[in-house]
């Protein structure tokens, strides 16, 4: 049995060089705090939060749009209220009408 292949001494230094570089991916690739899977994962959580920002961006821009229209037009106040709430005013009799 020869005993050169156990021994690390007597490896070539391009195998222990390949050897260190294979070492080397592995611990940054995977095993590292800020390791390439990690990173990449952070990148893609951080992107969908920049999509979620500019979709919640929007709907406040449009809830504020509302909040104008329903400001500037008393009658848009109280077609809402009437609709969807079942407001009415005193001496009014509201029929509602089921659909089948």
């Known amino acids: 049995m020869n005993l050169r292949y156990f021994n690390p001494l007597q490896w070539r230094r391009s195998l222990l060089a390949g050897l260190l570089l294979v070492l080397l991916g592995i611990w940054f ?7 390439l899977k990690t990173r990449v ?3 893609q959580e951080k ?3 920049i999509r979620e920002t500019e979709r919640l961006r929007q709907e406040t821009l449009d ?6 229209d329903l400001s500037s037009s008393p009658g848009l106040l ?8 079942g407001m009415r005013k ?6 509602r ?3 089948k």
């Open 29 to 35: 690739g995977f095993i590292d705090t800020y390791s």
């Open 78 to 85: 109280e077609q809402i209220a009437r609709e969807d709430y």
């Open 97 to 99: 009408i089921k659909d």
């Open 47 to 49: 992107n969908e939060l």
């Open 41 to 43: 994962q952070l990148h």
């Open 90 to 95: 005193p001496g009014e009799t509201i029929y």
């Open 63 to 68: 809830y504020e749009q509302k909040l104008e």
